[in-house]
């Protein structure tokens, strides 16, 4: 081959090389553009979508705040009403006991004797009327009916008694109080 074909034919093929070279290099530098733009986009979508989860986020969460912060007063309130119940409920006790202790001193001092009514013909001999016949009209009247005195002792275990029942109708009422305050709620 000739000295001219030759460099024609490297002419063609260093043309060649720079053209597809040229092509690829333009090629590469649109597809980067356009692959920029794409991540630019997609980079926009994710910050937007960040910042919209971020805003419920923070929604969500002075939501709960609010929430948590209307609980906890309703709790101090609830609080506030059962510790007023409990002093009611301790006054009651002390008041009861103060009571019941002045009985039973009043007892032990012989100031106060307790009795209870008899019924008489219980005691009357059969067939017995003493003369006397009972009259029809008088059988619920107290005013004259007999009455016997306790012993001291149980009489002392009769106020014991009582007293434990009181304490026991308090607590009750306590309790009942306290769960209509938190039924309530």
Same mark, same amino acid.
């Given at each position: 081959m000739p000295l001219n074909w030759r460099i024609a034919l490297l002419a063609v093929a260093v043309g060649l090389y720079a053209g597809g070279r040229g092509a690829w290099?333009?090629?590469?530098?649109?597809?980067?553009?356009?692959?920029?733009?794409?991540?630019?986009?997609?980079?926009?979508?994710? +910050?937007?979508?960040?910042? +919209?989860?971020?805003?419920?986020?923070?929604?969500?969460? +002075?939501?709960?705040?609010?929430?948590? +912060?209307?609980?906890?007063?309703?709790?101090?309130?609830?609080?506030?009403?059962?510790?007023?119940?409990?002093?009611?409920?301790?006054?009651?006790?002390n008041d009861a006991q103060e009571t019941q202790a002045r009985l039973r001193d009043r007892l032990a001092a012989a100031d106060l004797r307790l009795s209870v009514l008899v019924d008489a013909r219980a005691f009357a001999c059969p067939g017995c009327d003493g003369g006397v016949r009972e009259s029809a009209g008088t059988r619920g009247l107290?005013?004259?009916?007999?009455?016997?005195?306790?012993d001291p002792a149980n009489a002392q275990r009769i106020v014991a008694i009582t007293n434990e029942g009181d304490r026991g109708l308090i607590a009750l009422r306590a309790c009942q109080a306290y769960i209509r305050e938190v039924s309530q709620r």
């Open positions: 290099v333009w090629q590469a530098s649109e597809y980067g553009k356009q692959l920029a733009e794409q991540a630019a986009g997609y980079v926009q979508q994710l +910050a937007d979508s960040d910042r +919209a989860h971020g805003r419920e986020r923070e929604e969500a969460a +002075a939501a709960a705040l609010n929430q948590l +912060a209307e609980q906890k007063a309703q709790r101090k309130v609830l609080e506030a009403r059962l510790q007023e119940q409990g002093k009611t409920h301790w006054r009651e006790i107290v005013h004259g009916a007999v009455r016997a005195q306790l």
